[in-house]
């Protein structure tokens, strides 16, 4: 098999890289829903009137797979409504009318980390999640026998166009890094640890180099992979950074690895230092139609709004406003949308920026095959999908599809491509449950 | 701050590639072999170039008012069939036969079986070789009206020079005599990424490693093969249409591993002096099946890619 797996070259737009990360003042309200993870969304823990401080539990984790919610900013919680998520679905939200004093909850301490199961419960008191833009509770990671890891990989990669908020952590958060890889290492005994990025980013390699060699518990290795678009696709860094291959519908840990993201690491370190759990996100905010580019470290349920504002406002209408980058972020239906825990990135695009093609007739001249990273045949799967052929879009393995619109981004004739592989998966899945319950 | 941004689902940017940029690119490739061909065979066949182009083009663009469809003549395919079909074409050729070829290549091959990306044989091919079985030996080139203008030399006794087949300055269809013009253009489509090397490369590869065989180990004889006759330009730009050739490498390979033993098994053994067409005819039949069996392993289903 190919040392690299293919994918496309997209344009960087890294253009707030070497600018330090900036911290917003307490914005007036924040507005925090209770699911920012994937599992079920948080319990309320407050109602309307209560007093918080920062680092306040607001919601606590329903299940195994969920995760607990904090205020971000000191106030009183003004109201709880329902908040419209991504997926269409709706979650119960807290809006915290701020004090302005950003006054730091006197409960919160340095959790007490020794093993494996003292870590795994520190993880899941502090909130965290995948910062990368999945949100998959962390702590459901690291609940797995120590004997099946073989390697840490952390996930520096950051392939997505404008996005630099993993760039900027990696800078600035090395010994946030450090302290959280030496306490998960000593707690689970792993022996290796990966830490991938794309060769765009020279400093941030510099920086998680002289990082790696401050660690003595286990060995850190730094890999700069190729800029090549989606190397931050997990299945994909796994790949590359060891060489394994996570079979279709598994996970890393049954190829022996955990992946997280940089910033969760970083988010981890800083937990088990000071207690304080997931409460701000440095988020970029860039994009043709914001005046003035950054990052900011901004406390989470701030609305984009004011995020907007804190970048000089707006020079332009945007025509879309999204969560993530341009590959695989998602667009928010106006401004009153709020920071998620997941958010790395807030883009304002121009008609300009996210002008597509009109979509033609396909010539079938194979680029959506050929630039697959997984070798999938997306125009076959949308034929399949089209006359609704189950037989053939297993056939087609469609649910190997990672989503990360490689096919698109090249069609000549802009169709609908990993549309209609994200249509198949979810038509697969029916059919299943409905074959399930007829028997 | 609360007016609607487009929802949409991603990904938000694309690579700026379109069907008509690919097409404008094979047309610029195509402009070399034309004026060739204008130089060596005289402005007639200019005229029977622009004839062409002109009938593909106003038969879409009539075929799809007439049945009511959205106007696809914008991307240039059409253009691209009207050319190739007329550089296929001996330079005598009438000109209602011109128009008639046209037709069955737009309307018969293309449009009657959905238009763009669902022929399953490439038009131009498929409306040479109908004229040549049609029209007979209208179509080859057997009647001189001069010197130049004669049969293939595939049909010949003696040979001409290497050099003479490279520059093209003998009997043959319009676009096909000049192997220097068509390798210019050739190399633009692989440049900018139009095509790949795999179809070219193998599809002549195979003609000269047959016909050196064939020629008693005679390296001259067999790049004389090569060079004289539709190979360059059906391995260039007729075989690598994308509609009917597979997808992935592998598929191109076999694919045109296939046409040029057909190719020469027609040259040497069949009833007709060229077999470049009847061999990219052939095998476009084929692809659907070369691009299942030559499918990518999808990752993560167990064994290699």
Redesign the interface.
């Known amino acids: 098999m190919a040392r690299y797996l293919k994918g496309i070259h997209v344009p960087h737009r890294k253009n707030t890289a070497n600018k330090p990360a900036v911290r917003m003042d307490a914005p007036q309200t924040v507005t925090i829903p209770m699911a920012m993870h994937i599992g079920k969304p948080a319990t309320l823990a407050v109602k309307v009137g209560d007093l918080v401080k920062v680092g306040t539990k607001i919601g606590e984790a329903n299940g195994a797979v969920s995760a607990n919610v904090y205020a971000s900013v000191s106030g009183k919680v003004n109201k709880i409504e329902d908040c419209l998520l991504s997926n269409g679905a709706t979650a119960p939200a807290v809006v915290i009318e701020s004090d302005g004093a950003m006054s730091v909850d006197e409960t919160l301490a340095a959790p007490t980390v020794t093993d494996r199961q003292s870590l795994v419960d520190a993880l899941k008191e502090s909130g965290i999640v995948g910062l990368g833009g999945a949100g998959f509770p962390t702590h459901v990671k690291f609940d797995v026998d120590p004997a099946r890891i073989d390697y840490l990989i952390i996930n520096g990669a950051e392939c997505e166009p404008y996005v630099t908020s993993d760039t900027v952590t990696m800078l600035t958060r090395g010994d946030d890094m450090a302290y959280a890889i030496e306490t998960i290492a000593r707690c689970l005994g792993i022996g290796k640890v990966i830490i991938g990025i794309e060769n765009n980013k020279k400093e941030a390699i510099a920086a998680m180099r002289a990082m790696a060699a401050s660690v003595s518990v286990c060995d850190v290795q730094v890999t700069s992979l190729p800029s090549v678009y989606p190397q931050g696709g997990e299945k994909v860094l796994v790949y590359h950074a060891t060489g394994r291959v996570i079979p279709m519908g598994k996970l890393p840990i049954d190829a022996g690895c955990v992946v997280i993201n940089c910033t969760t690491l970083a988010t981890i370190g800083a937990y088990l230092r000071t207690g304080m759990p997931l409460v701000e996100k440095c988020v970029t905010v860039d994009g043709g139609a914001v005046a003035q580019p950054q990052n900011v470290i901004a406390p989470i349920g701030t609305s984009i709004e004011a995020l907007f504002a804190f970048c000089g406002g707006l020079k332009e209408q945007p025509t879309k406003i999204l969560y993530g980058g341009p590959m695989m972020g998602i667009t928010v239906p106006n401004a009153d949308a709020p920071v998620l825990k997941n958010t790395n990135a807030v883009l304002a695009l121009t008609e300009k920026e996210a002008k597509l093609p009109k979509t033609t007739a396909c010539i079938r001249c194979g680029a959506c095959v050929n630039n697959c990273p997984f070798g999938l045949a997306p125009a076959a799967i949308s034929r399949a999908y089209d006359s609704r052929n189950a037989d053939e879009l297993v056939e087609l393995a469609v649910d190997a599809c990672m989503e990360c619109g490689c096919c698109s981004y090249v069609c000549p004739a802009n169709r609908p491509l990993v549309q209609k592989n994200k249509l198949s998966k979810q038509f697969l899945k029916e059919k299943r449950v409905k074959e399930a319950n007829k028997q | 701050?609360?007016?609607?941004?487009?929802?949409?689902?991603?990904?938000?940017?694309?690579?700026?590639?379109?069907?008509g940029?690919?097409m404008r690119d094979v047309l610029i490739a195509l402009l070399p072999a034309t004026l060739a061909g204008t130089l060596i065979f005289g402005l007639r066949a200019l005229l029977v170039v622009l004839v062409c182009v002109a009938a593909c083009v106003l038969f879409e663009l009539l075929f799809n008012l007439i049945t009511k469809q959205a106007q696809?003549v914008g991307?240039l395919?059409a253009a691209v069939t009207g050319l190739l079909l007329a550089l296929n074409l001996p330079v005598n050729i009438p000109i209602w036969q011109c128009v008639v070829g046209s037709l069955f290549a737009i309307v018969v091959v293309k449009c009657l079986f959905g238009?763009?990306?669902?022929n399953l044989v490439n038009p131009a091919i498929t409306a040479r070789v109908f004229m040549l079985v049609a029209f007979g030996s209208l179509a080859i080139p057997a009647f001189p009206v001069d010197a130049v203008a004669s049969a293939t030399p595939l049909a010949a006794e003696q040979m001409p020079s290497l050099m003479t087949l490279f520059l093209g300055n003998y009997g043959g269809a319009i676009g096909e005599t000049s192997t220097l013009a068509l390798l210019i253009g050739g190399i633009y489509l692989l440049v900018r990424r139009v095509i790949t090397w795999h179809i070219p490369v193998v599809f002549i590869g195979t003609v000269f490693v047959f016909s050196f065989f064939m020629e008693g180990f005679d390296a001259v004889r067999a790049l004389s093969m090569v060079m004289a006759g539709g190979l360059v330009i059906g391995a260039f730009f007729m075989a690598t249409d994308?509609?009917t050739s597979?997808?992935?490498?592998w598929g191109k390979v076999l694919f045109a591993l296939g046409a040029g033993l057909f190719t020469c098994l027609i040259r040497y053994f069949g009833n007709y002096p060229e077999g470049v067409s009847f061999a990219i005819l052939f095998m476009n039949i084929l692809t659907p099946y070369i691009g299942r069996w030559t499918?990518?392993?999808?990752?993560?289903?167990?064994g290699?890619?």
Do not use: E, Q, W
Request: net charge positive; with cysteine.
């Open positions: 701050m609360s007016s609607l941004t487009k929802l949409m689902i991603s990904p938000h940017i694309h690579c700026g590639r379109s069907t940029g690919i696809t991307d395919s238009g763009i990306g669902n994308y509609v597979p997808a992935t490498p499918r990518r392993k999808v990752f993560g289903t167990g290699d890619k």
